[in-house]
Structure formats: structure tokens, C-alpha cells
């Protein structure tokens, strides 16, 4: 069985140019080394959600709603999920989006996440109620 990061990556475009990962969001001296900065190449994919599985625990995760832009190759998607702070053992829920550029063979060359940087933070910092 692979580990969950190298499953993600299988579904990025395997040339290291154009490929990147992005949490949108203060950078990373005020909440996590994964947000606010650019991962570019497969390298660069495989440390952000390398990072973001150490640091944070997804509960639950759902899809709910696509916007499909054919021509730009571009799919965004609403998601609702429940997020654990592993450190402080604090969760908390978000509704969040996700964007995924894919390129010719239809593999993801940008992933971008726009979250609930407050909640993280707060979590971070042990101050939501559990």
C-alpha cells in the first residue's frame, strides 16, 4: 500500500515544470510551514502535503460543489470538512475551496487551497473548545 502523499502525486503531471502546490493564507512564521508559500515540482507537491498530513489530521472531507471551465482546464470545487490540529488536539470545521489547473494529459499541474486560516490559527494555539 502507497503512503497518502505519493497517492496525491499520481495524479500530478509527472514533469516537474508548471507542477505546484499552494495554501493560500498568512505565511508560514505566523501558522504552518505549508501556508502561504508556492511548492513548485513534484518535489516541492510531495513536501506540501507532506507537511500538512504532520501538522494537521483531515476527519472527514466532502466535495460539494464543481465549477468546470473546459477551456482554461481548470476545476474548482466547494468542500466542507472537520480539521484536527494535531499538536493541541483542537478541530474545528471549514468550508473551503480547492482549485486544480490540469494540463495537456490531463493530469493536475496546480493545486490551490483557500481554507479558514483563522480557525487553524486559533487551533494552533490551543483556543478553541474541544
Known sequence: MKAPVEEYLEHFAAD????????????????????GQTFEGRSGV?????WKREIVKTISLRFEEY???????VVS??????FLWRETQNE?????????????????????????TGAAFLASRG????
Open 46 to 50: 510531495r513536501e506540501y502535503f507532506g
Open 16 to 35: 516537474d515544470e508548471g507542477v505546484s502546490a499552494v495554501e493560500h493564507g498568512l505565511g508560514s512564521m505566523y501558522l504552518a510551514p505549508y501556508v
Open 67 to 73: 465549477v468546470v471551465d473546459d477551456e482554461a482546464g
Open 127 to 130: 483556543k478553541l473548545k474541544k
Open 77 to 82: 470545487v466547494r468542500c466542507r470538512g472537520k
Open 92 to 116: 474545528w470545521e471549514e468550508v473551503s475551496t480547492a482549485r486544480l489547473t490540469f494540463g495537456e494529459k490531463g493530469m493536475v499541474t496546480k493545486f490551490e487551497w483557500w481554507g479558514d
